[in-house]
């Protein structure tokens, strides 16, 4: 495993945009009878999700959501020297989004401006990223942008995503200060696993055609998608899952000499109801330090950690914190950071 550590660099203000649009999914009735829906929901334990309109993009919940946070704290934009926007649902496949959030902002033109292509532990390994970034004297603040329309991806005649994702994006703002302590990174990944959830078709390797656009029946369960449609192998992501994700949260704690007790809360990527609980009992992790918005929000992609700090713990995060984040996800990768934060400002939540 990757094991990076920093000191005096932590995040300062985090802010979040969710689409006004709810979706109770319990009415989603139009592809599946009532009962498989009520057994699907109870299962998941997502109840209800955001979605956003067709006309809105991940790019248009991260600026609200940069707005809002560098209004909340009057941020000068002329300080911001990079710009990382960490999503797998972009506005076009050329060039980088990052760019039009650029200009959208107003930041400066010296500002370095770059897209991550990464999903679920996307957030811990952007941070990373903005945490090494700021090791150079030549940048002393980081504005971190995860965005996702997830929900554009999935078909909606596919149990195994039409009820779990959702839409969100955050702002994270990250920069140098003596105020803060010691943060700690491990990343680990695995290519061998990458079929596990991905798009098959619509790239460069199997580009769009009438082919790949064509709904047929996916599996022995009756879900229908495309070949343009996200699709994931539960099971076998839930497998990994296992095998991996206690070892590596134990690990990075062993490794920096971090108890438990010490942790003030566990912010997990909440993938599905199944691994949330089955890390939380494994780890033997109090309810009251594991805060969740997967019944609210379902599963947000690289935007759930920050969301759910935003959701849940707001002026809590005032005083000296140490957090523990943790996620696997895509690719497949995974990523564990250990942050001891002072004074984390966070905005009420934005809708559009």
Request: proline share 3%; aromatic share 8%.
């Amino acid at each position: 495993m990757a094991l990076l550590s920093f000191k005096g660099v932590g995040i300062s203000a985090i802010a979040a945009c969710v689409p006004k649009n709810k979706v109770n999914n319990l009415d989603l009735t139009e592809y599946f009878s009532p009962e498989a829906v009520q057994a699907i929901v109870e299962g998941t334990q997502v109840y209800e999700r955001r979605q956003v309109s067709n006309e809105i993009c991940s790019s248009d919940l991260a600026v609200a959501a940069a707005e809002r946070l560098l209004l909340d704290n009057q941020i000068d934009k002329d300080e911001i020297g990079a710009l990382i926007f960490v999503s797998q649902t972009p506005d076009y496949r050329m060039p980088a989004t990052a760019f039009f959030i650029q200009k959208r902002l107003g930041l400066s033109q010296n500002v370095f401006a770059f897209d991550v292509n990464l999903a679920c532990a996307g957030f811990i390994q952007g941070l990373c990223l903005a945490f090494s970034l700021l090791q150079n004297a030549g940048i002393s603040k980081v504005l971190l942008l995860n965005g996702e329309t997830r929900t554009k991806v999935y078909s909606r005649k596919d149990r195994r995503g039409a009820f779990l994702f959702g839409d969100a994006s955050t702002a994270t703002m990250v920069e140098r200060s003596d105020k803060f302590g010691c943060s700690h990174f491990s990343i680990g990944s695995d290519g061998g696993f990458a079929d596990l959830v991905m798009i098959p078709g619509g790239g460069y390797r199997n580009p769009s055609s009438s082919e790949t656009l064509k709904e047929k029946i996916a599996d022995s369960d009756g879900n229908i998608r495309c070949d343009e449609h996200s699709h994931m192998a539960g099971e076998d992501v839930a497998s990994l899952f296992i095998r991996v994700m206690p070892k590596h949260i134990k690990s990075l704690l062993e490794r920096t000499n971090t108890s438990m007790d010490s942790i003030d809360y566990f912010i997990l990527h909440e993938g599905s109801n199944f691994l949330a609980s089955f890390i939380k009992k494994k780890l033997k992790l109090p309810e009251h330090k594991t805060p969740s918005i997967l019944s609210k929000y379902g599963n947000t992609s690289s935007a759930s950690i920050p969301l759910n700090i935003v959701s849940e713990l707001n002026s809590k995060l005032m005083g000296e914190k140490r957090l523990l984040l943790t996620a696997l996800g895509a690719g497949m990768t995974w990523a564990t950071a250990i942050l001891d934060t002072k004074d984390m400002k966070v905005s009420d939540m934005v809708e559009l």
